[in-house]
């Protein structure tokens, strides 16, 4: 069973905009991790926050961690068409092993 | 090579045959995940070695499916009498403890 649920499913941009992603879990995690997906290929690491950190940054991502909603968001600032992907948040439910959502397919169009 | 390094790429079996899908890990990793990822969802958890030992195998859908990692490195995913409800891709993972999983790129089975 999946425990992350991302919202919403699609999402279609113009080049430029920001696109902001939402995961909600379920249970106590030690960390969250974003991954981006491009059709037919595999899995990407974008960011990691761990449970005791609120925020974090890597070029034009940014990483939100509520862990008293059981949510987290990823913002993706000045999109571009390279963008376009799968994006699924995983956590891990106080074990090593990750358990994913279901992704939000974002499409950026040029 | 530095990545996680899966074989084949593709694969087709038909019905009632047996596969092996092989995952080379990033030198060092403890960790090896195997996850499947059906079309349009999520990888979903199938199971996890640390070294050579197998600590959760609670994802492996039947007794059709099988992993090792003998030597706590290359790990090797092996599906029995392979039916229609087993094409998926076939994702492998490593880490460090408690650090980001690398994904290889997966294999694609289809079962005919």
């Known amino acids: 069973s999946q425990q992350g649920e991302e919202d919403p499913q699609a999402l279609s941009i113009q080049e430029g905009e920001n696109a902001t992603m939402n995961c909600s879990y379920k249970?106590?995690?030690?960390?969250l991790q974003w991954y981006r997906q491009n059709s037919g290929r595999g899995l990407v690491h974008l960011i990691l926050?761990?449970?005791?950190?609120r925020e974090k940054h890597s070029g034009r991502l940014r990483v939100t961690l509520d862990t008293s909603k059981k949510s987290s968001s990823l913002l993706i600032t000045a999109s571009r068409a390279a963008d376009t992907a799968s994006y699924f948040c995983?956590?891990?439910?106080?074990?090593?092993?990750?358990?994913f959502g279901k992704g939000t397919k974002l499409t950026v169009n040029p | 090579g530095a990545g996680v390094s899966q074989s084949p790429r593709y694969k087709v079996a038909k019905r009632g045959q047996d596969v092996a899908l092989r995952c080379d890990p990033i030198?060092?990793?403890?960790?090896l995940f195997w996850y499947q990822q059906a079309l349009g969802q999520g990888p979903e958890f199938l199971t996890y070695?640390?070294?050579?030992?197998?600590?959760?195998k609670s994802g492996l859908p039947s007794d059709r499916f099988f992993a090792e990692r003998p030597e706590g490195s290359v790990s090797t995913l092996k599906i029995q009498r392979t039916q229609q409800e087993d094409s998926a891709v076939y994702l492998c993972?490593?880490?460090?403890?408690?650090?980001?999983?690398?994904f290889g790129q997966g294999t694609r089975l289809t079962v005919v």
């Open positions: 993972a490593s880490s460090r403890e408690e650090a980001e999983a690398f």
């Open positions: 926050i761990r449970s005791n950190e």
């Open positions: 070695f640390q070294n050579e030992a197998q600590l959760d």
């Open positions: 995983a956590t891990d439910p106080l074990s090593e092993k990750l358990v």
């Open positions: 030198s060092g990793h403890v960790s």
């Open positions: 249970t106590s995690i030690n960390n």
